[in-house]
């Protein structure tokens, strides 16, 4: 059995074709030079030739008295169409071998990010019993989006490999490979506006957590009276707690360009591999907490806007909807009002390598309209770090200069722009935001 690797069947592109039964090379050989070998010693009533001849005649007929009547049956099956980017997903096929049929060989087609893994062991051998031959091969899944596992190239052998199939086209199938996420460390989250979550509210509500004890004010509810501290005081005291709410996270993920050769988990990222595992691993810390959570998606057609949910189900539609991404499919401005139409109190995590010209304007604008956002920097540092292309270094020298302007505006504007170094990239700002609704406002009177 041959799995990925060089081609067995030395053809560029394997031709379709039904499961008859052909005559191979060798048989062909052997008919061939064991009649030449029996006419020449007859005409040359030569004994040795005809001694040399008479083994090839029998091999030759054995394998035609042999030859298999019936055709090869085959079925392909895909473990798992949605797995994690890194994981192996199991192509597995059911074979069975008719009578006169002795081995099969097996060749998995292998894409750019779809790798399947050598599986070691000899040639598919029929079972004496003739019970179904079963095999599982994982293939390695090193990039997100829609990959393709397969085809299966099959060609079975009769007795002395005198007959064999034609290439039989098993098992081709496209799954979906989800970005991958990593373990984030635990930060704060700005004031939350929702239900129940991770992220206790900074106002004063009817919750569980405990906030504070304060002087009786007419209208507090005699339930809440905390009678230890009034005896001890001679006052009548109520406890406060913070409202039962959790924190509503948007993540704005900016898919107008894929920047950086492609070269899977196991390479340098592209740009849009960083917003997406970026966007993955944000989505899982904050899902697994208890938060809402929405998705919206820029410059894609497919997937544009995800409804706010929580829990592992909004993570795994959440995480659906990133592997569907098709970059640059919607180039239209229009598209960029989706950050306008966002709601206060949440907090936007735009996700974005900055390099569309309108996204920077966009996000001030939503910052204007005082919704608390953070900028992920998702650009990877090794397009202009590479040295084998001075000319693109040149290039993204000279677009890095009108990008960090348009940076240096943002963070004027009070939006923090944070590169993407891994879990742990948002914690400084994350508190830092959690400690700014914590202060108190001045407010002024009408």
Known sequence: ??????????????????????????????ILLGALGVVAAVLTHRVDLLVLATPMLVVATWGAAARPRHTVQADARIGNRNAPEGAATGWSLRLRLPVGAEQATLRLAASAFAQPVPVAGPELTRPADGADLELVVPARLTRWGRQRVGPGWLRAHSAWWAYRTQLIRVGAFTIFVTPGTAAFSVAGAPPPQGLVGRHRAVRAGAGTEFATIRPFVPGDRLRR???????????????????????????????????????????????????????AALAEHHLTGGDR???????????????????????????????RIEPATDRHAESLRGLDRLTAGSLVLVLSPLVHEQMAPAIARAAARGLTTV????????????????????????????????????????????????????????????????RPRLRVGR
Not at 376 to 388: C, G
Not at 402 to 430: F, I, N, Q
């Open 375 to 438: 900028v992920v920097d998702t650009l990877p540092e090794h397009l202009w770090t590479d040295p084998d292309d001075p000319y693109a270094a040149l290039a993204w020298r000279i677009r890095r200069l009108d990008r960090s302007d348009e940076v240096h505006r943002l963070r004027a504007a009070g939006v923090p722009v944070v590169p993407w170094r891994g879990p742990g990239s948002l914690d400084t700002v994350l508190r830092d935001l959690s400690r700014q609704a914590r």
């Open 293 to 323: 959570v929405t998705l919206r998606v820029l410059g894609s057609e497919v997937g544009p806007r995800l409804p706010p949910g929580s829990g592992r189900a909004q993570l795994r539609r959440l995480l659906d909807v990133l592997a």
């Open 225 to 279: 009276i905390h009678w230890p501290t009034s005896l001890r005081t001679g006052e009548l005291t109520v406890s406060t707690t913070h409202a039962d709410e959790d924190a509503h996270v948007v993540l704005v993920v900016d898919a107008f360009y894929d920047l950086g050769p492609q070269e899977g988990i196991d390479g340098r990222p592209t740009s849009l591999d960083l917003t997406l595992r970026a966007a």
């Open 1 to 30: 059995m041959t799995v990925g690797g060089p081609d067995p069947f030395d053809v560029a592109e394997p031709p379709y074709g039904d499961s008859g039964w052909q005559p191979t090379p060798a048989q062909r050989r052997a």
